[in-house]
């Protein structure tokens, strides 16, 4: 019983807390693209929106190949 | 002989309906039966057996969504699904103190498993299928399952093994050494058997799963039934609404019925509408049916994933629920094989009783 209680509290804790990591990192990320934005630094700007593209591109091409490979 | 506990998940009839010919074959062999259950999924075994024991045994919510939110909705949802498993376990184990049990079987209940006494796992589900966007979750959720079912001593999967005949495609695919060790498939097993008819019917719709999905697949169907010809029966899947017959033309709806009437309209049926849950799959399957329409219920992965992966093998026409064109899908459905041949309920539990559950019950 405490075996479940405290693996699944540990879980939940490491998912909730994976997915505010990630939405303070998008935040975070919008806010630099914003004021690169507003400040005219079209160089960081446009840097940062290529990595986003890239690494969105990334992100689905690892999707696509692990369920081609039988992974998921 | 022996005493067994079978207690199935309250999420839709489908973890209770499949779970009847495991009973009957447990009854058959004289063992004694004891059934854990809540909401429709106790009523419908009360029903089928009414001189079993039966203990009213709470489960978890689950969150369904009206589209496509059914993921964050799901996932906001794991706290009150933990707490209803802790809550489940806990329950088990003072059930357990109370009186002797030989086995425990639990139908996708993911609390019902003892230290004490051998516990069975019943589930299609050895790999859960998300959108693509989720692939990270995906993963994450393999080592949560090889948790979940170190649990067990055994899982029972109603499937074919992968392969040629699986009906489950990769869910029913062991990602784990842990499932690979327990696993046994079963084949399917369906509450559903073939009668003796003449398949007299054109169609049968069949309107079912969770609200607000069931009511707008209601509507989208019954605006559209005038473009077809031919006879049908459309099961609207309302327990709640007091049962009503309406007859216009050839077509005929009914509120809702039992299983057995609905048993016997299926095997009347030349061609089924319904949604692509894995228990009406099962059904299809044990009668045969080769045409069949299949719409997903928005939102539901399993549902999503199940029907691409038939129209993909070219048994049965998908449609998702917003491109429905009635007429033309239907038409297409003439192009589809239905399932292969494979072997049917009463061959697949007299295997699972020889060689699965004798070995903890004889």
Redesign the interface.
């Known amino acids: 019983?405490d075996d479940?209680?405290i693996?699944?509290?540990i879980?939940?804790v490491i998912?909730y807390a994976g997915?505010v990591i990630v939405a303070y990192g998008i935040l975070r990320l919008v806010m630099i693209v914003v004021h690169a934005f507003l400040f005219g630094d079209f160089l960081l700007f446009g840097a940062i929106i290529g990595c986003i593209v890239v690494a969105i591109v990334g992100y689905?091409a690892?999707?696509?190949w692990?369920?081609k490979i039988?992974?998921? | 002989m022996a005493h067994v506990l079978v207690s199935p998940l309250n999420w839709g009839l489908g973890h209770a309906t499949r779970d009847i010919p495991i009973i009957q074959a447990l009854l058959a062999h004289g063992h004694d039966v004891t059934i854990a259950a809540s909401g429709n999924a106790l009523s419908v075994l009360r029903q089928e057996f009414p001189a079993c024991p039966h203990i009213e045994f709470p489960d978890y919510p689950v969150s369904y969504s009206s589209g496509h939110l059914f993921v964050p909705k799901f996932c906001a949802s794991f706290p009150f699904m933990f707490h209803g498993v802790v809550r489940e376990h806990a329950t088990l184990e003072a059930l357990l103190s109370k009186d002797r049990y030989d086995l425990v079987i639990s139908d996708n209940r993911l609390g019902v498993f003892s230290s004490k006494v051998p516990s069975v796992f019943v589930s299609h589900q050895l790999h859960y299928h998300l959108p693509l966007l989720y692939w990270p979750a995906e993963i994450l959720a393999i080592p949560v399952n090889q948790y979940l079912h170190e649990r067990y001593d055994r899982i029972i999967v109603p499937d074919n093994p992968p392969g040629p005949l699986s009906l489950a495609g990769k869910l029913s695919r062991p990602d784990t050494d842990v499932a690979q060790e327990r696993v046994f498939y079963s084949g399917i097993l369906s509450g559903t058997r073939q009668i003796a008819c003449t398949q007299d019917l054109d169609y049968l719709v069949v309107i079912s799963g969770p609200e607000p999905q069931r009511t707008f697949f209601e509507k989208i169907l019954l605006a559209r039934l005038g473009d077809l010809g031919g006879s049908g029966v459309v099961l609207l899947g309302s327990p709640q609404k007091p049962e009503k017959i309406t007859r216009v033309g050839d077509w005929t709806c009914i509120s809702y019925v039992s299983t057995e009437e609905k048993a016997e309209l299926m095997n009347r049926a030349k061609c089924v509408i319904c949604r692509s849950g894995y228990t009406t799959m099962m059904e299809l399957a044990e009668l045969g049916k080769d045409r069949a329409l299949l719409v997903p219920t928005p939102g539901q992965t399993e549902q999503e994933y199940l029907s691409g992966y038939y129209e993909q093998m070219g048994w049965y026409h998908s449609v998702e629920q917003r491109h429905l064109d009635l007429a033309d899908d239907l038409l297409m459905t003439r192009h589809y094989k239905g399932f292969p041949v494979m072997s049917k309920t009463s061959e697949n539990t007299k295997r699972l009783y020889d060689e699965l559950l004798a070995g903890y019950l004889e």
């Open positions: 019983m479940l209680v693996s699944g509290v879980a939940l998912f997915i689905v690892v999707g696509l692990l369920r039988g992974i998921i």
